[in-house]
Nanobody
Framework: VQLQASGGGLVQAGGSLRLSCAAS????????INWFRQAPGKGREFVTG????????MYADSVKGRFTISRDNAKNTVYLQMNSLKPEDTAVYYC????????????????WGQGTLVTVSS
């Protein structure tokens, strides 16, 4: 499975962005899909994940209530709607596949996209 993340850009604090993760070359609907991010000088951290049917989602405490993950298996795409963005959300955002969301959050990820940069100005 190949993953292509897109939708990043520069936005002012309080603004919104929607990221997309498009999959090709495999059975997308078999996997949970996760978003991680890596800020400059920091390690990669789990942001959110969604199960293959969409019935289970998990969010990092830092983004709860502001970010929403969703998926469209017919389009092989997962979306991350990010609202009320803060400067501390600035990072490269990566999507990944995993057997379950919990496994992905633990680091058991099969495939990674190339990342898309989100910059939030104050």
């Amino acid at each position: 499975v190949q993953l292509q993340a897109s939708g990043g850009g520069l936005v002012q604090a309080g603004g919104s962005l929607r990221l997309s993760c498009a999959a090709s070359g495999g059975t997308f609907r078999n996997y949970a899909i996760n978003w991680f991010r890596q800020a400059p000088g920091k390690g990669r951290e789990f942001v959110t994940g969604i199960s293959w049917r969409g019935g289970t989602t998990m969010y990092a405490d830092s983004v709860k209530g502001r970010f929403t993950i969703s998926r469209d298996n017919a389009k092989n795409t997962v979306y991350l709607q990010m609202n009320s963005l803060k400067p501390e959300d600035t990072a490269v955002y990566y999507c990944s596949t995993s057997p379950t969301v919990l496994a992905g959050r633990r680091g058991e990820n099969y495939h990674w996209g190339q990342g898309t940069l989100v910059t939030v100005s104050s």
